[in-house]
């Protein structure tokens, strides 16, 4: 039959041109705004058109609408019009829909009849246009053949179905299958020699029975070869399915979900692929590759854990700086290179406060930052899900993790930072299989992107009391190769000796040293590792000796009694205070003391005030920073 070109066709459909062939269009009984009808025009099918509805519309009536809008003519049956196809009785229950195949010039071998309820028959061309059961020894071809000989070079879908195939086709892509049992033969595989292939598996056993068949058949003539696990494919799922469920995926989400599926290599014999090692002897060992030498490394995640509000947002939020700018963490080599932090937390106006603070202790500019690539990203109070679980409880990649994936291979960043692994992972952090494949997921992140990845996580309550800083199953600690927990820095009888003070605890390092501990000080916006390394136990004591300082200062003052920071004078402080027993019944001692009013003249947290009349020259010590300091 003659088919319209596509842009009568869509006049006489009232629709919009979509692809190279096709048209969207109102469906059956539908207005004129609608556009739930695809309609492909394709001179190989047995219409001469292809219909889809995103309805739901019975696609017999799809096409009598179609044929009448076209101009056409009523469909006749058994063979009465070109179209061979089957709208009548046949046997056992009306034909649903009929799928020809071809040779490479578009002369009818047989056809597939799906049948309602549904069942599928297959019957082979008589040479005079009409159909004899079964295929009786015919020779198998691809379904849609002469298109993909009009495309020889075009990626093509391999379905499982002739409907799967007709549905990506309407999205101006080539598509193809073998129809029901049919084995893959030379003449099949041939007509896809040298083309990039992507085998769309159907969600269920024999849907991945099929595709493996495929690709092994294709391996040695294609181009290339790839299973695609269409991402959130619900069971016993398929394109059309998957299409079906967001109907704003066009031929660009689909390909780019095809692409993100790795190259499908066939197994050697034996089934495993063990490693060449026989030029080891006369190759050097490769050398350790550090993001930050001796504790995080590079193509691996490493987990960065710590209580809310304890700063490890920031103390990783520095680490990406540093890369960035080629500075040292915490007095650390870093490996140079761009950042990439992703935030779900905090929003771009703390991130903005942070990085303020950080390129200030750095000495350098926020240009300096974006030269040395340092990417943002802030997903407060906005969906952050990196991997969710799918009705068999496996970890499935979000479109997020995708984009990530997408941008990491463009940047190639030393270090990507996921903050935190509550707001990226939707899985059951109990269940150990989900942590591993999850880990898993980003551990081939890092790989192919050649990066250190950091996981942020808050630790349970268990985690804090026990000092493991962990939460969830032990699959996040086996899981990873480095992990880290930063606390505030406490003795080992409790006490918090200052609440400017920190401790990073290596807590997992299979590839340094094990348990190392850095002693920080919050100052000025930043974290910067303790002068001297005093050992918390010296460093408690010294905070008590400033708190009882401050506290005997402030009582002295109620009393009315002035104590002087001139060591000659009888009121000097810390020989007065030293004479005071405390709440414990005990006593500190004046160098004690002495230490502790030095210490609180540095801070800026006491002063000398003059008083009484000024030809006197009085002076005593009082609590706060100086009156000029104050803003």
Known sequence: MRTPDVRAAA??????????????????????????????????????????????????????????????????????????????????????????????????????????????????????GGWLPGLNGQRTVPYRWPELAKYPDATVFICEGEKDADRVTTLGACATTISGSAKWTEETVAALAGRDCLILEDNDETGREKALAAAHALYDHAKSVRIVRLPGLAERGDVNDWLDADTTRGIDELTAACFEASLWTRPPKGGLPFIDMSKWDTEPAPRREWAIEDCVPLRQPTIFSGEGAVGKSLLDLMRSVAHTLGKSWLGKTTESGPAIYLGAEDEKDELHRRLADILAHYDATFADAIAGGLHMLSY?????????????????????????????????????????????????????????????????????????????????????????????????????????????????????????????????????????????????GVFVPEAGGSSLEKLAAEQRADERFLQLLAQFKEQGRNVSDKQNANSFAPKAFAQEKGADGKRLGQAALKDAMARLFTANKIHVESYGPRSRGWSRLAVGPRPRDVD
């Open 11 to 128: 006049r006489a459909l009232g629709g919009d041109i979509s692809g190279r062939d096709g048209v969207v269009c109102p469906g059956p009984g539908h207005s004129r705004q609608d556009r739930s009808l695809s309609v492909r025009l394709d001179s190989t099918a047995p219409d001469g058109f292809v219909v889809h509805s995103f309805a739901g519309d019975d696609p017999i009536t799809c096409k009598d609408h179609v044929r009448e809008r076209l101009g056409l003519g009523a469909f006749k049956p058994n063979g009465g019009a070109a179209n061979g196809t089957a709208k009548h009785i046949h046997g056992d229950g009306r034909v649903f829909a009929t799928y020809v195949y071809t040779d490479r010039d578009g002369a009818p071998l047989y056809r597939v009849c799906r049948l309602a309820p549904k069942k599928f028959i297959q019957e082979r061309a008589d040479g005079r």
């Open 380 to 524: 407060a109070g906005q969906d952050a899900v990196l991997g969710v679980p799918n009705a068999r409880g496996i970890i499935e990649p979000t479109p997020l993790f995708k984009q990530l994936r997408e941008a990491a291979l463009d940047i190639r960043p030393k270090s990507i930072t996921i903050d935190t692994a509550a707001d990226v992972f939707a899985g059951n952090e109990n269940d150990r299989s989900q942590v591993r494949q999850f880990v898993g997921m980003l551990r081939g992140l890092a790989i192919e992107a050649n990066a250190a990845l950091a996981i942020l996580a808050h630790p349970s309550l268990s985690g804090i009391s026990s000092g493991s800083g962990l939460s969830g199953s032990t699959g996040w600690h086996n899981s990873v190769r480095a992990r880290a927990y930063l606390t505030h820095a406490q003795t080992e009888k409790g006490e918090e000796p200052d609440p400017d003070l920190r401790e990073l605890v290596f807590k997992k390092n299979n590839y340094g040293p094990v348990a190392e501990r850095i002693l920080l000080r919050w100052e000025r």
